[in-house]
């Protein structure tokens, strides 16, 4: 998302394209390694992360 933008939803881990390079081709990697998968709609783009990942980032 951008900054500008505004989407209320809870439980929700945002990531703002202003703030991270080429944010679609790191997701885009992350999808190729399936430890996200693309579940896009109403032309938000959202992913759910594998328990894998979610696992790795918990520490």
Not at 40 to 51: A, G, I, L, P
């Amino acid at each position: 998302m951008d900054r500008r933008w505004i989407y209320n939803g809870s439980g929700v881990l945002m990531y703002y394209y202003n703030d991270h390079d080429d944010l679609d081709g790191k997701i885009q990697v992350l999808a190729n390694m399936g430890f996200v998968h693309d579940v896009t709609y109403n032309n938000v783009k959202r992913y759910h992360f594998s328990e894998e990942l979610v696992d790795y980032l918990g520490g």
